[in-house]
């Protein structure tokens, strides 16, 4: 059979079907058709990622109008402020933007002293060298995990004969994190070491990294109460300051950690005021307490007096004075004892030193993204009661609300992943292509062995043969694909004998 005959027979099927099935199979054949439409553009759309994201407006249209210069295909998103580019040319279109001095924040490191110039002075040498030095640090920072962009600051003293009269060298750094990420304590440090072992004359208090939000990053650097891990000096009232924030930042991360596990990343955000009482008091108590009988002396006397005495008195002692004397014709006693006792007494003294930092009242607030389900705020709270050791003798208190929480920066990442199409949902495309196919294929053979039951030849039982016999008579005559059922017995019968009257006169 040749293509000729294929098309007719096809053409005469398609004929013969009804005008629902027609209006069905059309129907099922467009879906399919847009569905592999869809499927192959999304299969050839190149991958894009990311080039450049949070541009200025200026700084986007040069890069865009450069882009278009050079014919590369290119997205827009995040409102203009993030370029995308075919993944696989993402390098190569960077190279060539940094050759034409278009990347945002890329500078000139120690290769600007690859040429020289004739002439310059020592002052444009030390700016040059501030440059090139600020440079490369930020190019060292942008290496560290989590560091989306970072900017350099330095303050380098010019040299002089007299020490008193240099200046102090300082770093001021500026980090931009990626959507969701933060940076650990001993990334800060290796940041802050890092600056330190850079610039000649620096000193690590004098090193200030902070984010984009303020946030100073190496703060916990600079305890010398030993919380955190560098021991830098500062005034008592500073001092002070840095062990009450250490203090509240260990309560924070409590409950937020606590609140993480339960509720999910970022649906919580706590902040904790603390009073502490930095005074020293000192209590010194002496106690005097018995001790060991070290000597004892014990005196006892006894005596009688037979002779007469005067009225005792003040009178008869007094010179001129005479009183007549009383006589007694009896006799007196007496007994006289004396104890002496020394002992050796012992003394207890205690001092009772109060540490500093005596905390006099917590002020806890916590806010809750809306969204999250079933939430019950008296049992947040209760949670929080718990964890920061609540005190309501101490007047503490807590402030458990709900507020919509701005999304914008962990949202980012996720809506530049959605540009692209995942693995999964290739699969699921794949598998619904292949799914319509099958349909398809399975609703043509439905309708071809419909067609073919149809067109079977049926075997008519003649009265008076046998089924043998009329299936034999029928296969000797050409086959009929379609006999009407018939209406009347007796109209066959008389069809039959007008049609084959010698087999009706033989039986």
Do not use: C
Not at 99 to 104: A, E, H, V
């Amino acid at each position: 059979m040749n293509f000729r005959d294929l098309l007719d027979k096809v053409k005469q099927r398609w004929q013969e079907t009804s005008q629902n099935r027609k209006a069905l199979i059309i129907l099922v054949s467009a879906v399919i058709l847009a569905g592999l439409v869809y499927l192959g553009a999304t299969l050839t759309r190149p991958s894009y990622a990311l080039l450049l994201g949070d541009l200025e407006p200026k700084d986007a249209g040069d890069i865009v109008a450069q882009l278009e210069s050079q014919k590369v295909p290119y997205q827009l998103t995040n409102q203009g402020t993030t370029i995308l580019v075919p993944k696989e040319q993402v390098d190569e279109i960077r190279v060539k933007l940094a050759s034409d001095g278009l990347l945002t924040g890329v500078g000139h490191g120690f290769e600007l002293f690859d040429k020289s110039k004739f002439g310059e002075t020592d002052f444009e040498q030390q700016i040059a060298y501030q440059r090139a030095l600020q440079e490369e640090l930020r190019r060292t920072i942008t290496k560290v995990e989590g560091v989306d962009q970072a900017r350099v600051h330095l303050v380098i003293p010019q040299k002089s004969v007299f020490i008193e009269e240099e200046g102090t060298a300082s770093a001021s750094v500026v980090i931009k994190l990626k959507p969701a990420a933060k940076l650990k304590p001993e990334q800060v440090k290796g940041l802050n070491d890092l600056i330190v072992g850079s610039v000649e004359g620096l000193k690590a208090e004098n090193v200030h990294i902070i984010d984009t939000e303020g946030n100073v990053l190496n703060e916990f650097l600079k305890d010398p109460a030993g919380i955190g891990s560098g021991g830098f000096a500062g005034t008592a009232v500073e001092r002070q300051q840095q062990i009450r924030r250490a203090f509240e930042k260990e309560l924070e991360n409590r409950v937020q950690t606590m609140l993480a596990k339960v509720m999910g990343p970022n649906k919580a955000v706590a902040m904790v005021t603390a009073e502490l009482d930095f005074n020293q008091q000192q209590t010194n108590t002496t106690e005097v307490v018995p001790g060991q009988i070290v000597s004892e002396r014990s005196t006892k006397e006894n005596g009688s007096d037979g002779n007469g005495g005067g009225v005792p008195g003040s009178t008869t002692q007094m010179p001129g004075q005479s009183i007549p004397g009383q006589v007694t014709n009896g006799q007196s006693s007496y007994t006289k004892s004396d104890d002496i006792k020394n002992y050796q007494h012992g003394t207890k003294v205690e001092s009772v030193v109060q540490a500093p930092g005596k905390v006099l009242k917590l002020s806890t607030a916590v806010v809750l993204d809306e969204s999250i389900k079933n939430l019950d705020r008296a049992q947040v709270e209760r949670i929080v009661t718990a964890a920061i050791g609540f005190d309501q003798q101490r007047g503490d208190q807590i402030t458990v609300s709900t507020m919509t929480f701005d999304r914008s920066q962990y949202d980012l990442g996720q809506d530049l992943e959605k540009t692209q199409p995942g693995n999964e949902q290739l699969y699921m495309m794949i598998a619904a292509a292949a799914g319509g196919i099958l349909f398809l294929l399975a609703l043509i053979i439905f309708f071809i062995r419909r067609r073919k039951k149809k067109t079977e030849p049926q075997i008519i039982e003649t009265p008076g043969l046998p089924v043998d016999e009329a299936a034999k008579t029928e296969e000797e005559e050409e086959p009929v694909w379609e006999i009407p059922p018939p209406k009347d017995k007796q109209k066959q019968l008389k069809d039959l004998a007008e049609d084959r009257p010698d087999d009706v006169a033989r039986y």
